[in-house]
Antibody
Framework: EVQVVETGGGLIQPGGSLRLSCAASGFTVSSNYMSWVRQAPGKGLEWVSV???????FYADSVKGRFIISRDSSKNTLYLQMNSLRAEDTAVYYCARERMRMTMVQGVGRDSYWFDTWGQGTLVTVSS | QSVLTQPPSVSGAPGQRVTISCTGSSSNIGAGYDVHWYQQLPGTAPKLLIYGNNNRPSGVPDRFSGSKSGTSASLAITGLQADDEADYYC???????????FGGGTKLTVL
């Protein structure tokens, strides 16, 4: 069965650091695109970061320079290192496997990405 | 403000049909990027409902369907059931932001 399980959330003071983990089973993390998506209490979904199978990483502007996505192939685990945490980073953080397809639109290729496997999430609360 | 715009809420009686709209712009839906839909039941993680505009993953009933035209997309749910009550999110890719983007979510209430 394909699944991911997030751990590492908790209460952290503003300015602090926290590392989230996402253990995968049923598939290989390093062969897939993997993302972190967060949801603030009572709010909608916000994409945070992605790591491609080739290792390229991308971030939302709201976390760029503060968060680092990485993976450990030997443990089949995805990570999110969160530094300089702010109150607005308070959210449930979901790990998700991505799928991609390319379509041609008026002769131009368009890569589209979606999330087909989600974990149960881990809550990060940034508060003093 | 979300990059993709959805109505905050929709409602319908059991057995009825409802639609949820998702409006984007020329840098996301209008640029030809696919739209995907997720269902989030209360207290649970999101679940993929529709991918690539109109494709259902295995196990998703054919009561759920998606469509896309221009800078907008829609999710249609027919034969409404009580356990369809959930939050629904659209998602695409935005070339200006170079990232995945979501709609603000729509709460479906089954009357």
């Amino acid at each position: 069965e394909v699944q991911v399980v997030e751990t590492g959330g908790g209460l952290i003071q503003p300015g602090g650091s926290l590392r989230l983990s996402c253990a995968a089973s049923g598939f290989t993390v390093s062969s897939n695109y993997m993302s972190w998506v967060r949801q603030a209490p009572g709010k909608g979904l916000e994409w945070v970061s992605v790591i491609f199978s080739v290792g390229s990483t991308f971030y939302a502007d709201s976390v760029k320079g503060r968060f680092i996505i990485s993976r450990d192939s030997s443990k089949n685990t995805l990570y999110l290192q969160m530094n300089s945490l702010r109150a607005e980073d308070t959210a449930v953080y979901y790990c998700a496997r991505e799928r991609m397809r390319m379509t041609m639109v008026q002769g131009v290729g368009r890569d589209s990405y979606w999330f087909d496997t989600w974990g149960q999430g881990t809550l990060v609360t940034v508060s003093s | 403000q979300s990059v993709l715009t959805q109505p905050p809420s929709v409602s319908g009686a059991p057995g009825q049909r409802v639609t949820i709209s998702c409006t984007g712009s020329s840098s996301n839906i209008g640029a030809g990027y696919d739209v995907h839909w997720y269902q989030q039941l209360p207290g649970t993680a999101p679940k993929l409902l529709i991918y690539g505009n109109n494709n259902r993953p295995s196990g998703v009933p054919d009561r759920f369907s998606g469509s896309k035209s221009g800078t907008s997309a829609s999710l249609a749910i027919t034969g409404l059931q009580a356990d369809d009550e959930a939050d629904y999110y659209c998602q695409s890719y935005d070339s200006s932001l170079s990232g995945r983007v979501f709609g603000g979510g729509t709460k479906l209430t089954v009357l």
